[in-house]
Structures are given as C-alpha cells and as structure tokens.
C-alpha cells in the first residue's frame, strides 16, 4: 500500500515527517519497505512574474525576459516562444540543480548573459512537454518556493500490510492507527469545491429508485449491501490540480475527474466504487445478481470474459455491465460525452470475490480490499462524501437521495474482555481506564459491564472478532517493548526427544571425521524413474517430482565441482527420500545417508615424491562400513553383482556402495558412492570386557584359494574352526601369480586362552582343523613357500 | 615394552624405514648398526633365531625378514646417495617443511547453525522433534487456523501432491500433532525441510529448512515469551545484541511479532544488509492463538503459550557474510571446506 504523507498530514491535520512515520509504522505492525520522495528534487525551484518580453538583439529565436523573483528583477534568455509578460513560471536561479542533474550556471547566451532558467514541465519532471515553459495558475505571489505553491511535493510510503488489516489498505486506516500512538483525531479533509451537503442514502430491501435507474438486489449472498446514487450534468473532464498530485503521489495515474473521485475514495476510506453512465444502461436499471448461460462481458482492460454462475453480476436490463467487485466494463464506463452518472458503493461477499477472482486470475485494488474485507458500517458515509467530491470536481447536482439496499443488516455482537484475562496471557496488569484508552483511541467503543469490559468492534476492523484479538491490540498500542523480558520458572517438556535425530548427528560426525564434507542437495528434481512422485504444480521440470534418492543429487555436485576443475571431491548428505504409492495417496517418506568420493586419498605431501593414491573401491567399502556402523544398521555388508550390499532382516536392501557413473572429465578420478537407510534401531549399549592378562600367540597363514573360493568363506571356516581360542583373523596380502590357477591370500591368525599361557602344540592342533576342513570344503590349500 | 613376538619385532624393523629415509648422516650409521649389525643387529636377530620357531612360523618369519632386510639396504643405500650427492648433504631436517595432513571434513554450516539453535534452547528444557515433510491441507492449515478460503493462505505459495495431499510450507504442522499426542509441558524445537513455490535465486529457495518453536504450559505469558527469545538472541548472537519485538500478523498466533536484532553488519547504524534500518528480522513468533490449541484438544482457558519460526539459511548467511542462498545447495568443496572446524 502506497501512502501519501501529505494525504496523512490532511487527515491529522499535522506535519508529519516521514521517518518518523516509518518508525512508528513499524512499531505498530506494518513496516514500511521505501520512503519514496516525490517531487522533493524542485525544493531549488521559485515562482517568478515575467514584466517585459522581448526580443534577443542577437538572435531571432530567442527571447530576453525580464522577470521578478520577489527581491529584484533579473534578465533571463528563453528559447520558448510561449512566454507572455504578467504571467507566471517556474525558475531556477544560478546555482540551482534540476532534477535531471543539471546545475544552473550563469552564462551569455549571444552576447547576453542569461540569470537563471525559465523551466519546462519535462525539464522539473512534471509533464513530458518540453516545448513551451509551464505557465503556472496561482495566485502565490513572485519569489515562492514552486513547493509550497503547489501540492506536489510529497514522500510516498511503500507500506506492507498484513492480510489481516484490509483498514490500512487506505489514508484514513492508517491515519487512524497513527493517530492512536500521537494522540490526535483523524478527521476526513475538507474538499475543495465542496458543495456543502448532499443526501443521506434511503434504506430499503431489495429495490429502490434513484435517478430515474431501478435498482435491484437479487443476489444478496453475494453482496450484501449496495448502494447507488445518480449525480445528472456532470462535465467530465481532467481533474484539479490537487485531485492529480493526490493520486500521483502514490503512483496512480489520473484518468478523469469521475473516475479519479472514486479512486480518491478508494485510497482515503477504503471502499471500492465505480461509476457508470447512465445513458448506457438499458432500463435503465441495475440489477445485483449471479451470472447466467453464456453470458459474456468485455472488462475495461478489453478483455472478454465468461459470466457464469459463480460470479456476482451488476447487469443493467439486458446484460451483466461489470463484475461486481471486481472490474467494470467497457461499455458502461465514463467517457468525455458522459453526462449522467450512476454511483455504485457495494459490499463483496470476500469468498465469492476470492473464488472469481482466482477463477478469472486477474486482482484489481478493488477485488483486493473486497477479498481482505471493506467496512460494511461506513457506506452511507462513503457514497454521500463521494457525491460531494464528484460534484466539487465535475460540476451537476444529486438527483435525489441514493437508495442503500440492505436486506439483512448485520448487527456485530459485542466482545467481551476480562481484565484478569489481559494480565494473565501478558503477564503485565494493566488497568481497566488504560486498556479503555487503547481501544477508544482506534475507534473501539468500549463499556464497563458485569465486570468485563463489553467491546463493540468497528466494521473496518473485520480481524477482531475474539477477546485475544483485542488483548493484542492492548499490547500492539502500549507497545511490544514496552513489556519486559523476564524470565519465569519452566516445566521441563513432556515430549521425548526424537532419536533419529541422534543417530544423524553421529552418523554427520562419524563421515565428517573420515574426510567427508557434508552437503545438501534440493529434495527436487527431474524424474527418477516410475516410483517419483510427482508434484502437480511444479515451478519447471527440472523440479518436478521429489528425489527417491540421495546419491542423484551428489552425483550433480561432483559434476559442478569437476566444473570449476576441482579434482578431490568427498560429499555426504543426510536427507529425506519419497517414494510414490500404488494408486495416489501419501507417498512414503524415508531418511537417507549417503555420499561420494573420489580423487586423492589423502592430500598430497611432499615426501610422496609427486606420486598421487586416489581413492578405489576399497576406500568406499570402508566408508560404506563406517556409515553403516554409525547408523546401527543391523546385518552385515556382502557383495553382489559385482557391487556392495546390505540387506535388512527380510531381505530387503537397505544399502549398497559401488563406482558410480558420472559425466567425467578426462583429468578426474573415478567417482566411488554409497546410500543407505538412515532410520535403524538405538544402538544397543555397549559392553566392557576384561583385558587378557595371557600373551597372544601369532600365526600367519598364506592359502592358495582356487578362482572361485572367497575370503568370506575362508574365514567363516577359519572362524568355525578356530574355536574359543581364536581372537582374531586379519586378511594382510594378496599375490596374484601369472603361473597360479587361483590366487594367494594371507591371513593373520592371534590365538589366545584367557586362563593359561598356550603352547604351539596347543595352537598346532587348531590350526590342522582348520586346514583341514579348508581343503575338504573349499579345496584351500596352504601355500608352500 | 619388549617386543618377544618375531612377528612384532619385523613390524617394528619397518616402521623405521620412513624414518631412515629422512635422517642426517650421523643417524644413518646409527641405524646400520643398530638394524643390520653383525652382532646385534635387529635384523640379524631376528634371522639368527629363525631356527628356534616352529616349522610353519619359520618359514613365514623367514620371508619376511629377508624381504625387509633388503628393504632397509636399499633404503640406506639411497639416502646415502642422497646426503652424498649435495644438496641435502650434512643438512638437519629443515622442520619448516609441512607435516604430512589428512582430509577434513565439515558439517554443512546450516546444519552447524540449526544444531547451535537446538542447543540453546535445549538450555531453557525444549527438545528436539521432527515430523513429516509430505503433510495434509489439514495439518498444513486448517488446525493452525489458517482458513484455505481467506487470502493468509496466499502468504505461502504452496506445492500439492495430490488434493489434499501438500509438501509442508513451514514445520508449524509438527506443533498440531506433538499437541494432540502430548499433554504439557510442552516445549519443542522442530528443525526441518519446507517448501514453497518460490523460484530459485539469490534470496529465494523452493526448498529450505526451518525451525519452529512451540513452548504450552500453565501461566505462560507475554513476558515469559519475550524473555525466551531474548535470551536466545543474546546467546546465538552475542549478549549484547538489541532485540526489537514488533507487532506482526501470523494466523497461527495471537499477538504475533516479529522477532528482529541489532544489525550485525553495522550495529545499527544502518547499510544495505539491513536496508538502513538498523535492525534485521530473524523470526516470527507469537502467543499460541487459542484456536490452534482448541483445534488440537487443549484447553485455552487453562493452558498458554507461544510459537516461532527461523529460517537457519537466512541466518547462517548473516552470520557468515554468505551473499547468496544458492551457495548453500551447490556443494562446493572450496565452499564447504572453508566450515571445517
Ligand atoms: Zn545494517
């Protein structure tokens, strides 16, 4: 919402400066985004009387005036031809900068030194003529700075207003909440021209009579309330210069003067308003109701649209002329030959206004406040005081009181506040005359009664409808720091913290500590194959369906990092993945870890002699392992297709790790990733155990295993075999011959009894089982040296 | 401790080699001798003693002893070649060389700034929940009073699944449903992802994270309200810091503020980060409106409370300088390496 600080110093009859404005603004709900200043850059300009015009001696285009600037008269050399002795115009004195930036420099023109500038309207910013000198009509006398002549320099504030205060949606509304913190009435302006006086509206059902135009209110659902008035021999024209300024300092552009009086009304008293001509309806009637078959209606924009059902339609006899509350349309609008208006002041019906508008997709200021709520109590105000406006503009005169059709007036009941109830929800006791004072001071009307407070709500304030409501006016007028902060005693939560969240944080710290960075990749993205679940109104297809997994995302992270030529890349994340279901619904939502490496394995050091290790698919093992271990996932890791796996206890995956594809330059490593399910039970507890006060006894194993044999079943058969004595089995060397059939792989056995020191007979006899049933199952034989 | 196992002896023998490489003339000899020697030399111990092991000992301890012997030899050879040839010759170590390094990782500064929050409030005896991305226009909306119907709705640009069916526009459902599930206390944090059909640029995410506060007890109050998020500010940002509280508008709350601080950037002389007012918005928040506390079964009359929400991507990119949220999600190493503690 764009206001006027002029227009705000009207309706408080004070001089308001517009930081100050700001400030308080803010402090009372409703920051303000820009302080715009409007036509501040002529503060430099005066008003000059031309005496004498005449001819340059040097020069047959140009012109020598000799002008009065209030304390002397100086000669000034003109290029326009425009300008006439007796009149007045602008004038920038030496020393002077235009708006444009130019600085106004004493110089001779031909011969003849200039003092200053007469101006043009595109020179001061006020008009695109650039032609002649803008003549002024003003009766301020020679020498008056151009700003306090005119109306025209102004500060426009870009204030943001909350959905739930449509009354700040005009001058008068926030006037009146400004009002509340300086203390000062709001009264509207006079208007210039103003006739005096005009009807007070008629109030009837559903029909009524103004100006010879029927009126009748069918769809009351839809609109509540309609007034109407007819004002007859109205001259439309351009408005008065303070119409103009009013509207242009807030970034409106003057139509005519019919038109921007109900603008005027618009941004003053927030009620919507529209004018149509007379002689363009049919009847002539107008008639409130919905929209029927095939109905159609070219809007002031020129578009043609659909009146259906749905929507609430002004139609004269024949035809819909406007949709309420929304936009007006081409036919009926006020043009140059108009001469008869009808006045329309309504009431919208917001969630019909909300669904037309959507269905139509097209906002106007009008359907905006209509949707927020305009005040149904302060019509009859609003068209009278329009009345007078057209007429102080336009000229014509009323024809007769307007009819106000209000078949079900709505009586707010009062609200009800306890003062106990004020202190115990904001902790301050605040007295009964104060929380009175607050509320009278936004136009509440407030009364004691049983020992409550009974409170009539105004209707430009549809947001307060319960006691709370009004215990954060309480608090909104006697100011948010003006509470203290204070701590009080707490009860701990009732609520358990969630787990997962642990064994995230483990699981961030355990793949942190091994080198990975943590990343965070957009949970949308292109499709992912036939379980994605899509979104139905995404913002491109690029976005489009939710992730099913994590490792997509991190994989696009390794390209970027390729593409500013970064070679070592190591990336984790800890996310949320969907998965759609069979026939529509919820889809299921899941957590995942997962991450990628590639490049060196450790950072380059000089005594490496240049030589890099990058990382293998031993490397992602591991971190695969660490990953698993950190998120207590239950099973082990086994190998698959040529790939790593983990498998739940129903066999379902859970996890996997292998080389992934990735479109790779030639420079880079091979990119290595894992992924795995991150919700896994608490880890269980862990338990000491007693340290061994025997000595270990240490014995190496080298096997020829044939091609197919694994390690994994070496050691489940080593593990068997090795019974109680067996502490430990570690795989150390690989040799793969260019004669041997399968491959050499050894092993270090560490044999130990917890009671006794063993003797190598003791572990000889283990070691021949386990030799033993190597060859008989696997055909393992130990390798001779 | 005496190295008594052969095993452990040779593992000992080749843990220094990488010392050998790089030692001075004076140390190399010493290690000749004390690994090679006639008499006592380790190595030579050790294939001494061969004899006395046992029969499949022998022969593993023996190949390895002799592999590692001819390790050491050459590595001697070579750093005397080394010290000989010049440069290096008769020099000491020069320490000023950079030590041998490993990767380091970090936590994404989001996730450091979203664990910073928890904590604090975990001081003043919130824990911390979660709750389901994918929500229903119920949870989403209607029990946080916000009617689909009335324009506060259009604050939040939402994504649909399916009719019905959204991705949650702020982590305010998870206050619906720990109220339903638990009686108070209540006092939770709620970090999490959020979504909103907003395009992608410099201040703008489609997806974000968020954190929400919900605090519901006997006799909560106004000032208790303020008093917490002051002394979160003051400890997340710095115990001086001004905290401004202003009048806002959320459905869900009632009175609804906003919860602004000092400018960290000019300390409220005014620039461009806080758009010259001095202040800058880290959340909003309010008392608990009573019919988001009817609508989830808890009696207003008797029970009070407050609400708030914070963005941890606007936050960290005050607090480190970060001029573009984009840079949060493209996971740059140079970015995130720049976190690592
Ligand atoms: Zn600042």
């Known amino acids: 919402m764009n206001v006027s600080i002029n227009w705000l110093s009207a309706l408080l009859d004070i001089k308001l400066d517009p930081d100050d404005v700001a400030h308080k603004l803010a402090m009372l709900g409703a920051p303000v985004e820009a302080i715009e200043p409007v036509h501040q850059n002529l503060a430099g300009i005066i008003i000059v009387e031309v005496e004498r015009v005449e001819q340059h001696p040097n020069a047959d285009r140009l012109t020598l005036c000799h002008v009065n ?121 006079p208007i210039p021209g103003d006739p005096g006086d005009s009807h007070a509206p008629v109030q009837t059902k559903k029909s009524g009579v103004v100006g010879g135009v029927e009126v009748t209110l069918e769809d009351v659902e839809g609109c509540p309330r309609y007034l109407a008035a ?546 008989e199952r696997l055909g393992v034989e130990r390798r001779e040296a | 401790m005496s190295e008594a196992f052969p095993n452990d002896q040779l593992e000992a023998v080749a843990r220094t080699i990488a010392e050998l490489r790089e030692a001075d003339a004076v140390r190399l000899t010493q290690f000749k001798v004390e690994l090679l020697g006639r008499k006592n030399g380790r190595l030579t111990q050790i294939l001494r003693s061969l004899s006395t092991l046992p029969p499949d000992e022998r022969r593993a301890v023996g190949q390895r002893a002799n592999q590692l012997k001819r390790e050491v030899e050459e590595a001697i050879a070579a750093r005397e070649k080394e010290l000989h040839t010049g440069a290096k010759s008769g020099v000491a170590a020069d320490l000023s060389m950079p030590g041998r390094q490993v990767w380091r990782g970090a936590i994404h500064p989001v996730t450091a700034v979203i664990d910073e929050i928890c904590e604090i409030f975990r001081e003043l005896g919130f824990s911390r929940v979660t709750g389901p991305e994918v929500e229903t226009e119920e949870y989403n909306f209607t029990k946080l009073n916000i009617p689909l119907d009335h324009p506060a709705a259009d604050m939040q640009d939402t994504f649909y699944l399916s009719p019905g069916v959204l991705l949650r526009t702020h982590t305010s459902p998870v206050q619906a449903r720990t109220m339903e599930r638990y009686k108070p206390p209540i006092r939770i944090v709620v970090p999490g992802m959020v979504y909103r059909r907003d395009a992608f640029d410099a201040s703008h995410s489609p997806v974000f994270a968020q954190i929400e506060g919900l605090a519901v007890d006997e006799g909560i109050t106004f000032v208790e309200f303020k008093a917490a998020l002051d002394y979160f500010a003051k400890r997340f940002f710095s115990p001086d810091t001004t905290v401004r509280f202003r009048p806002s508008y959320f459905p869900f709350t009632e009175p609804s503020a906003e919860v602004e601080v000092q400018c960290q950037m000019c300390k409220g002389g005014g620039c461009a980060t806080c758009q010259y007012t001095g202040f800058l918005e880290i959340m909003g928040a309010g008392m608990v409106h009573p019919a988001v506390l009817e609508n989830c079964g808890i009696d207003p009359e008797r029970y009070s409370g407050y609400a708030f929400g914070m963005g941890p991507e606007r936050i960290t990119m005050l607090r480190y300088g970060i001029p573009d949220i984009r840079m949060l999600f493209e996971n740059d190493m140079r970015f995130l390496q720049q976190f690592a503690e």
């Open chain 1, 230 to 775: 007819v004002i007859e021999g109205v001259t439309v024209g351009p408005s008065p210069d303070w119409l103009q300024a009013r509207l242009r300092s807030i970034g409106q552009r003057p139509i005519n003067n019919v038109v921007d009086a109900t603008n005027y009304m618009l941004f003053e008293v927030n009620q919507p308003m529209h004018a149509f001509d007379r002689a363009k309806l049919r009847g002539p009637k107008i008639i409130i109701r919905r929209g029927g078959e095939s109905e159609t209606l070219t809007l002031l924009d020129g578009e043609e649209r659909t009146v259906d059902s749905t929507v609430t339609a002004i139609c004269d006899a024949e035809h819909p002329v406007a949709i309420g509350g929304v936009m007006g349309g081409r036919d009926s609008e006020v043009s140059q030959q108009t001469t008869d208006v009808v006045l329309e002041c309504a009431y919208f019906d917001a969630k019909r206004i909300r669904a037309t508008r959507k269905a139509m997709k097209m906002s106007t200021e009008a359907s905006y406040r209509f949707e927020r709520g305009t005040d149904l109590q302060g019509m009859a105000d609003a068209i009278q005081r329009a009345v007078r406006l057209i007429i102080a503009v336009a000229g014509g005169t009323e024809a007769g009181p307007p009819v106000d059709l209000y078949p079900k007036p709505v009586k707010t009941p009062a609200i009800f506040l306890r003062p106990e109830r004020v202190a115990h929800l904001l902790g301050v006791e605040i007295s009964q005359k104060d929380i009175e004072g607050y509320l009278t001071s936004l136009g509440f009307a407030a009364g004691p009664k049983n020992g409550r407070l009974a409170v009539h709500v105004p209707g430009w304030r549809p947001d307060v409808a319960r006691e709370e409501d009004l215990i954060e006016e309480i608090a909104r007028l006697r100011g948010y720091d003006s509470f203290p902060t204070e701590m009080r005693p707490l009860r701990p939560s009732s609520v358990p913290s969630d787990m997962a969240q642990v064994t995230e944080a483990r699981v961030r710290r355990v793949l942190t500590a091994l080198g990975l960075n943590e990343a965070r990749t957009l949970s949308l993205g292109p499709a992912q194959g036939k379980e994605a679940q899509a979104v139905l109104n995404p913002l491109s297809t690029e976005e489009a369906y939710l992730r099913t997994d994590l490792i997509a995302g991190l994989i696009r992270s390794a390209e970027r990092n390729w593409a500013v030529r970064e070679r070592n890349i190591r990336l984790f994340e800890v996310g949320s993945v969907f998965h759609a279901k069979d026939g529509g619904g919820m889809p299921v939502e899941g957590r995942h870890v997962a991450g990628v490496i590639t490049g060196a394995r450790r950072p380059p050091h000089w005594s490496d002699g240049g030589k890099y290790v990058d990382f293998d698919r031993w490397d992602v093992k591991s971190l695969f392992e660490e990953a698993v271990q950190a998120v207590g996932a239950h099973g082990t890791v086994l190998e698959e297709e040529g790939r790593w796996v983990l498998r739940d206890g129903n066999g379902e995956l859970c996890g996997w790790a292998d080389e992934v594809d990735a479109d790779r330059p030639a420079w880079a490593a091979r990119l290595f990733g894992f992924e795995l399910d991150a919700v896994a039970a608490p880890k269980p507890l862990i338990r000491f155990q007693s340290l061994p006060v025997t000595p270990p006894v240490e014995r190496d194993l080298a096997l020829l295993l044939p091609a197919e044999v694994t390690a994994r079943q070496v050691e489940e058969v080593v593990a068997r075999r090795g019974g109680k004595l067996l502490e430990s089995t570690r795989l150390f060397d690989e040799f793969r011959g260019k004669d041997m059939k399968g491959r050499s792989v050894a092993w270090r056995l560490v044999f130990r009894s917890p009671d006794r020191t063993l003797r190598d007979k003791d572990v000889d006899v283990v070691l021949r089982r386990i030799l033993e049933e190597l060859k």
């Open chain 1, 69 to 189: 600037n209030g304390t002397e008269v100086v000669e000034v050399v003109c290029g326009a031809t425009n300008v006439q002795a007796g009149k007045k115009y602008p004038y920038a004195a030496m020393g002077t900068v235009l708006p444009g930036g130019l600085e106004i420099k004493g110089r001779k023109i031909r011969g003849i030194r200039s003092n200053g500038m007469l101006c043009s309207a595109s020179e001061l910013e006020l008009g695109t003529d650039h032609e002649g000198i803008l003549e002024l009509d003003t009766d301020a006398p020679a020498g008056t700075p151009l700003l306090d002549a005119l109306p025209i320099g102004d500060f426009c504030l870009h204030v943001e207003v909350t959905p739930n205060r449509p009354d700040l949606l005009c001058h008068k509304g926030v006037a009146r909440d400004l009002g509340a913190v300086l203390r000062r009435p709001v009264k509207l302006p």
